[in-house]
């Protein structure tokens, strides 16, 4: 029982609480209650205690200081050049794992570094230590067979590189340069380009005169064209710089005697590398059109007009905007319209009065339905080339051959002076700038002076005049001046 009261020559430390709780059952009777003590140990401590704590929190406190500024370091060189403090040799080592595989990726093949690198390791100061990415820009300076430079695109198309990107961007201002005016308000190159600055290998380096030679030149690209009233095969081959046989070769699957309005061929033609856009913004004089006022007429057949009072036109000052590419107009936006003179409107009368039957329609119908043997313009007969004014139909001898449109026969009969090798031939003029031409026929069913009306039979079938068969030769002139009959036919 006296080891659980405390002993004045002894020290004590205070109990557990579960031991605290315990000691008033172990109490004697007949015996005053005790109150155990159990002082607190810095009440009784030796008097040197305070210094010794004071150290410890000092140094404590300097450790902490001192770790927050001061850390583990790395003095990276490169082949004896000192770059700097780095926080870790393995960071460096994974940069030049990524310079390798950059400068493999832009020479095109595996590339490896070699270096005498060098680490030394030391205690530095935080704020001293240097990023990894000023090692793997430095490594990356270090490779001969790549270099920064400033590199041309065009429509994804790498031109070139150079070193100096000044001179680059003043050779494709000059390319510019002669479009621009002192009324031009904007100016670019139609085609995507695009000037960056990055790594590349040595071999991409260009002179600018060679650079510029490229971005100046013209390339045969094939492009599409609509036929037009009047076109011949060969025609459009000589327009655009090109010979029969090289446009036939582009289009293998045209009949070239059997073209027709809008029809869609596949032609070369010569197109800048690298385009121009420009929009001057321009003040001019010029014509206010003027209004069309149509009023129905029963004086006037069905199909016509008549301009009962002319139009005159105006005169105004305009303000536009207007887009050029490569000199060449392509839109033009008015801005404003200051008005001088109004125009004066024109009425034009629409015809209601019925139409004759003999009276031209404006659209053709085949005159036979055949085969076409010969077709419209240069062909090789009778031993030589020469020009065919019109197709040929086959037909059997003695079939019947109508009028293309309604109109009047200005002749009929057997070819004399210029179209003696026409045979028996009919001609019918359609009194709207149209005529037909219809040779070779056995014989005609039709004489001068007659009106006649679309689909009436005018002659028969044959081979007379300059013929090798049964046919009928279909000839169409506008205004006089022979043209294809293709622009009419349906």
Known sequence: MDELLPSPGRRSYAPSPDIVKEVPRFRLPGLPRV??????????????????????????????????????AYQVSVDGVALGLVSSRQAVEDAILRVEERASEILGYEYTLVHDMGYDYTLALKEDQIPVSR????????????????????????????????????????????YINENTISSRFVQDLTVTREYTPTTALREIGEMEAILTSNSLEQVDYSVKAGDTFSGIANRHGMTVDQLRELNPDIDINELWVDQTLTISQAVPFLSVETTDRVTYDGAVPFPVEEVLDDTVYQGYTKVRVPGVEGWATYNADVTYVNGVEQERIINSTDVHTEPVTQVVAVGTKPRPKTMATGKFIWPIYGRVTSGYGSRYIFGSYSFHSGIDIAGSYGASIVASDGGKVTFAGTG??????????????????????????????????????????????????RSTGNHCHFQVKQNGTTVSPWNYLP
């Open 416 to 465: 004399t002076g210029g179209y003696w090798s026409y045979g028996n031939y009919v001609v019918i003029d359609h009194e709207n700038g149209l005529q037909t031409i219809y040779a070779h026929c056995s014989s005609l069913c039709v004489k001068a002076g007659e009106r006649v009306y679309q689909g009436q039979v005018i002659a028969r079938v044959g081979s007379t005049g």
């Open 135 to 178: 090692v793997e820009t430095y490594l990356f300076d270090q490779i001969g067979e790549v270099m920064k430079t400033s590199v041309l695109t065009v429509n994804g198309q790498m031109i070139g590189a150079v070193d100096d990107g000044e001179s680059l961007d003043a050779m494709l201002e000059s390319i510019q340069a002669p």
């Open 35 to 72: 109150r155990p003590h159990f002082p607190h140990f810095l009440e009784r401590r030796n008097p040197a205690d305070p210094a010794i704590f004071l150290t410890l929190a000092l140094s404590v406190s300097a450790a902490v200081a001192l770790g927050s500024l001061y850390a583990p």
